[in-house]
């Protein structure tokens, strides 16, 4: 049996003008933190299959989204430790931005 996701953040989009959602979250199933995005309709069905937005070496934490037009504006933070682990000064973080559009 597959081990459950270990969901560490979720936001959601609110609703639109066409009642259309999103959920943001990250998980380390793939063994690494990344970003995950999935669209529900108004009545609150997914709208295709959950899509994997980050795929890198940093970990991808504490996803943020809101409507924007006809889509989505993401937002995350991207860490990368530093030599001496997470607690490290000499780590990086940045905030990355994508827009998802709806067809």
Not at 2 to 24: C, K, W
Not at 45 to 59: I, K, L, P
């Amino acid at each position: 049996m597959a081990a459950s996701p270990a969901v560490r953040q979720v936001s959601d989009s609110g609703a639109g003008n066409d009642s259309r959602i999103a959920l943001a979250w990250c998980d380390d199933t793939p063994g690494q933190q990344e970003i995950y995005l999935q669209t529900f309709d108004a009545d609150g069905q997914a709208r295709g299959a959950a899509v994997r937005v980050t795929d890198n070496a940093t970990e991808s934490l504490i996803p943020a989204i809101r409507r924007s037009g006809a889509g989505f504006v993401l937002a995350w933070n991207e860490c990368t430790p530093g030599p001496d682990g997470a607690h490290d000064p000499r780590g990086r973080s940045e905030i990355h931005t994508t827009f998802i559009g709806e067809p």
